[in-house]
């Protein structure tokens, strides 16, 4: 499989030059020209979860052959996670919990970001490259955790990860400031997320153009998800949960199953979109969005506007008005590379574009989508705990929201499986306020506040927190932000 720019046929590369590069030099996607491939799908469906993860990642980054992928998904996730299954999923009344936050950070990026440094690795071989990888990354709070968990001590590598000074919850915060690892190193920017992310995208650019690394054997990189090699290991829960729909009896091998996406950058269910392709019976891919619902005006609607208020809401890792990997879902239907440099550029010009007719009649067949604000977010949480005796968190609770206004819209639709994105423990005040208490101010209060009412375990990543030494204190303004990165990245020890 040939991967390409989104932007360009001509700029393409291997699936592990994709993945060192993380991002195409036209400020494209690397995406698979085509996803018509022949995948035994029903092969895969008895396997292991790990087993299951080699066959589909081998197929989909075929640099790597299926023994190599076989360790390299060995060494991502054996005794990392609180199961061997990695993601189990759970019924909840009619409807199938997929649990994707069992991982070291309780938070869905793991089972991507727990792959993503040993693809990363073994890709750096592969293309001959014997460059320190520096990994940059600006954070809201969730990815920089994760990835800084999945790159610690993992040789040939560093990550510095910038998040905005105040801007994240204390429990993300005290995440952040205590991360271990002789490789890693947080830095708190005075601003918000967007100046962190325009730093960093600033950073990229400039070293780029100046050469300013050349020479001093440091190489930089991407883990957000516009790197494949984030978006490719997710493709693999869509097969672990229909596999496991099967073996409970609720459906046949070859019976559809329609699944609900809590959706921010737009990678989870593109990545369903990617299952789809290979084989996998997926219905309908139903969009969930909180109140930035750029998603559910462009599904319904074919135009792209982002030209509109930024909400904060409860579930702030979907508070997001830039889907990047939506560019991948249009070139993917399109097979047209000049039509999506086209929207792209419209999209940067003017903060929208209107996709043809013909595109939005494909999408209307892929997708449906719905959106839920911070009242139905709490509201479903409270409902569900009361009625089923499972705690969700807020985004897997717009989800929910979304799930049940689809099956009142299409009542033939298939069997349910919701996507579970984040332990609740990550946002207890929101959580507590649900379950109709007051959250007060100390979120590590309302966290244990939220076990004694539940009883349900608190992960053991966040139980030990609060008690953990910080190791990171250091904050700089946006300016400082290039000088910090050039300095850090030649010095020897951190
Ligand atoms: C990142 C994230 C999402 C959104 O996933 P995308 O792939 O960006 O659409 C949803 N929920 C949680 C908890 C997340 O961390």
Not at 357 to 364: E, G, R, Y
Request: hydrophobic share 40%; charged share 20%; aromatic share 8%.
């Amino acid at each position: 499989m040939i991967y390409q720019s989104t932007r360009n046929d001509g700029l393409t590369a291997s699936s592990a030059q994709a993945i060192l590069d993380g991002m195409a030099r036209d400020g494209g996607l690397y995406s698979p020209a085509s996803l018509d491939m022949d995948f035994d799908w029903q092969a895969v469906l008895p396997l292991s979860t790990q087993d299951m993860a080699t066959r589909i990642l081998a197929a989909l980054l075929p640099s790597f052959t299926e023994a190599e992928m076989a360790a390299l998904v060995g060494q991502a996730y054996a005794g990392k996670f609180e199961t061997d299954e990695l993601t189990p999923t759970v019924s909840v009344g009619d409807d199938t919990i997929l649990e994707l936050f069992r991982g070291p950070t309780s938070a869905f990026k793991d089972v991507a970001l727990s792959m993503l440094p040993v693809l990363m690795t073994a890709a750096r071989e592969k293309c001959g490259v014997t460059d320190q990888i520096l990994i940059l990354t600006a954070t809201s709070g969730d990815t920089g955790k994760a990835a800084m968990e999945g790159f610690r001590d993992v040789p040939g590598t560093r990550i510095m990860v910038f998040y905005p000074h105040g801007g994240v919850s204390p429990v993300q915060q005290a995440q952040m400031a205590t991360q271990e690892g002789d490789n890693v190193c947080v830095c708190a920017v005075r601003g918000n997320f967007d100046d962190a992310q325009t730093g960093v995208k600033r950073i990229f650019a400039q070293v780029e153009r100046e050469g300013l690394l050349s020479g001093k054997g440091v190489r930089l990189s991407s883990a957000n998800s516009i790197n494949i090699g984030r978006l490719a290991p997710q493709v693999v829960y869509y097969f672990k949960a229909y596999a496991d729909l099967v073996r409970r009896g609720r459906i046949a091998v070859g019976d559809p199953v329609d699944f609900v996406v809590p959706t921010g950058n737009f990678g989870d269910i593109l990545a369903g979109y990617f299952a789809k392709m290979l084989g996998l019976p997926v219905g309908k891919l139903i969009c969930a969005s909180n109140k930035n619902n750029i998603l559910t005006d462009f599904l319904t609607t074919g135009v792209y506007d982002r030209n509109r208020p930024f909400y904060k809401t409860v579930s702030p890792s979907m508070d997001i008005l830039v889907s990047s990997n939506l560019e991948r879902l249009l070139f993917l239907l399109t097979k047209d590379a000049k039509q999506v440099a086209g929207l792209m550029a419209s999209l940067s010009e003017t903060g929208a574009y209107t996709v043809p007719a013909s595109f939005k009649a494909q999408l209307d067949e892929l997708f449906f989508a719905g959106c839920c604000d911070d009242t139905g977010t709490k509201a479903a949480i409270g409902q569900v705990w009361r009625d089923h005796g499972y705690l969700m968190d807020t985004h897997t609770a717009v989800a929910y929201d979304v799930a049940q206004q689809y099956k009142a819209a299409c009542p033939d639709h298939a069997p349910v499986v919701i996507l579970s994105t984040a332990s609740p423990y990550k946002f207890p005040a929101a959580v507590l306020e649900a379950l109709g208490e007051d959250p007060g101010a100390d979120e590590f209060k309302a966290m244990a506040r939220v076990e004694e009412i539940t009883s349900v375990p608190m992960p053991k990543n966040l139980r030990t927190l609060k008690e953990r030494p910080v190791r990171h204190r250091d904050v700089i303004g946006p300016d400082d932000m290039l000088q910090y990165v050039l300095d850090k990245a030649v010095q020897e020890k951190w």
